[in-house]
């Protein structure tokens, strides 16, 4: 049972563009939403997370939508930069001060110079 | 102020072998995750140490066992491997404290291959 789903598995972007990533849940028990990027031969970085008491989060050129009755999120990027290919997982927690994050399976974002 | 590592980095085993894996926390984090990442799949919970006891499991079998230590360190333990058990393995660790989200900080991985 995948509770949560990128649907899309890649994503190409021209350089100085927006990157929308999408991420659908389906637990509406889910309190808190991150997005780790994930470089080749290293492990996933923390980008950016949002509460679900929230329904916008900004970092920068990062930000992450939440929409609670679509259980929807989703993560822009503008503008898009070569250095942000990477594959974007989409995690949601389920309780307050437990570790466990449920993941979804990763979409790689590819910018285009 | 260290990141996360692991080792070994690659290794290969046989089908019904014993494994183990470590990992040494970041600096100043008390709370250690592991995680498998299978090919195409994302990072899946395996269990969680708080003050050197589990503190959370996911969907794994007994076979998968973990250790905590006092200064942090981890160690990921499978018995009799299956070929299934084929996987990146990642340590997450973070500071657990009052209030907010704890953010983890993962390490690179072990790659496991069982034959």
């Known amino acids: 049972d995948q509770q949560v789903k990128q649907n899309s598995p890649s994503l190409s972007v021209q350089e100085g563009r927006i990157s929308i990533l999408n991420c659908d849940y389906t637990n509406s028990m889910f309190d808190y939403f991150l997005w780790y990027k994930k470089y080749p031969a290293e492990g996933p970085t923390f980008l950016i997370s949002i509460s679900s008491i929230k329904d916008k989060n900004e970092d920068g050129r990062f930000t992450v939508f939440l929409n609670k009755s679509a259980k929807h999120l989703s993560l822009h990027i503008v503008p898009s930069q070569p250095g942000d290919s990477a594959v974007y997982f989409c995690a949601a927690r389920l309780d307050f001060g437990n570790e466990k994050l449920t993941f979804g399976t990763g979409t790689r974002l590819t910018i285009i110079p | 102020e260290t990141g996360v590592t692991q080792s070994p980095t690659h290794l290969i085993k046989t089908r019904g072998q014993q494994v183990t894996l470590r990992c040494s926390s970041q600096?100043?984090?008390?709370?250690v995750s592991w995680y498998q990442q299978a090919l195409g799949q994302g990072p899946q919970f395996i269990f969680q140490?708080?003050?050197?006891?589990?503190?959370g499991r996911g969907n794994f079998p007994p076979r998968f066992s973990g250790l905590q230590f006092p200064n942090y360190s981890s160690e990921l333990n499978v018995n009799a491997l299956e070929l299934d058990d084929s996987a990146l393995y990642l340590c997450?660790?973070?500071?657990?404290?009052?209030?907010?989200?704890?953010?983890?900080?993962f390490g690179a991985g072990s790659r496991l291959t069982v034959l």
């Open positions: 140490y708080y003050r050197e006891e589990e503190n």
């Open positions: 997450a660790s973070s500071r657990q404290g009052p209030s907010g989200a704890n953010v983890l900080t």
């Open positions: 600096s100043g984090h008390n709370t």
